[in-house]
């Protein structure tokens, strides 16, 4: 193994690299758990000097985040919107990317190369005339709106993702289920789909980080709402709002990175599957 | 498969609704509305297009997302690939690369007010509260109002959030490529005298080249579309505007229809050739299959 040679350059750069990115998250943190006259007066790292003297921390700022400025709402909105934008895309790109993978028909090859090419379409080229549809409908400021909007968006890598995965199945499986007279739906239900755990569970994680942090899609069509305002909009409401009142922003960031943060540590390995299987080939 | 083809359609036919819906259907829709009025009543030909290639908003914009294009993509790549190398020659890698990575779980919004209180300033003599302050005062130097510095200090305070943020995907999918250089490769070259530099310019990256492509490509097309981190932390103010950004404005503050749709075809035109990349290298990929 090379690893026991690398020069204490390698290791003087990593963790100088590693400093520099965990530093602002952990001034994030700290701040948060201060007295608001502490963080205007003086840098979160001072509590460093006393760091076991328990006097200078306090959850008082993340009491008023959540009941005073909507962040206990917003949380349970994130959790409203994420979940059913999530699975949503999930069912209906398996369905497609099965049938891309396995079916033949007329207009197959093109329709999945419109997919591939719908991939990198900026979202900002779509805001206007959906939200003119919303409007119409009486979908914007509507969880269902949101839900089919996201959706929508996250499709393309979904149906992408999922069909070179089930690409990669041995098609002797299939063929003998049907020898058994099994029906297309059994095929798809009792066999693709289980397979592919793995594949899902990183499409899962992709988009309900997507999702859960996505501000745009948001501001678009839920815009004017704070009754559905998801934690990202209530946040970048709050650095407009609250200004230099950093004891309360710190606390709020830290409740709107809470979840991503924590599902990135428990499932980082499916997390980064899914990316590997969504980029790395070529 | 031997299936009818009502079985195929009935598959596929969900996910192409929606995606007529909310992509097709809209990409046309905003291309035509770019020829009309604010309001989408009167047919203007080409004005708002003279517009989003002649306002001085639109300029700044544009100059802007040059800068983002080249330090953005240059410093995700290049760390990336630093870090992807290194990290392979220790024992703590997966810690680093987890460090490294994590920002990627953080929304952009919560990045930017991680970072809007690293650069926060007082005036000098105050004690400063923002980190990178405090080392340059502890260094002897003034602070510096690094969100306010025009044209450059701000804008490159801003791609650095943004390179914070997705150096742990470049890194990730370049150290997956570095491993999978057959090791029989890099013994030969050792066999034959190559030093580690010799060793990475003319093995290792030849090797992974393609995918240092995609890693690119990917980066690009990040790029241009940056909105969130410009939309929280300055709001496009102080000459930090973005195309994105400037699109959302001319859509919700200006309520100028015409003209954000045009702006939001500026910046599709300039993800076209991405996109013919990315569906060529698919079709190379299918080839190979």
Known sequence: MEREGAPPLVHLVLVLVCLAWVLPTLGLLVSSVRPAADVASSGWWTVFRNPLDLTQYTLANYRQVLYQNGMAQAFVNSFIVTVPAT???????????????????????????MVVGLLVVPLQMTLIPVLRIYNSLGLSGTFLGIWLAHAGYGLPFAVYLLRNFFGSLPSDLFESAYIDGASPLTAFFRLALPLSVPALASLGIFQFLWVWNDLLVSLIYLGGSPSVAPLTLRLSSLVGSLGQNWHLLTAAAFVAMVVPVAVFFALQRYFVRGILAGAVKG | MRTGRSWAWSFVAPALLILGLYLVYPTLATIYTSFLDRGSVHWVGLENYGYAFTSPAMLTAFRNNLLWLFLFTAATVGLGLMLAVLTDRVRYEAVAKSVIFLPMAVSFVGAGVVWKFVYAYNPPGASQIGLLNQIVVALGGQPVGWLLERPWMNNIALIVVGVWIWTGFAMVILSAAYKGIPRDLKEAARVDGAGEWQLFWRVSL?????????????????????????????NGNFGTEVVANRMYKEMFQFRNFGRASAVAVVLFLAIVPLMLLNIRRFRQQEVER
């Open chain 1, 87 to 113: 699975l949503i895309p999930m069912l209906i790109a398996a369905f497609a990317a099965f049938a891309f993978a396995w079916f033949t028909f007329p207009g197959r090859d093109a329709l999945f190369l």
């Open chain 2, 206 to 234: 030849p090797y992974i080249q393609s995918t240092l492509a995609v890693v690119t490509t990917t980066m690009l097309i990040n790029v241009l579309k940056v909105f969130d981190i410009v939309y929280v932390m300055t």
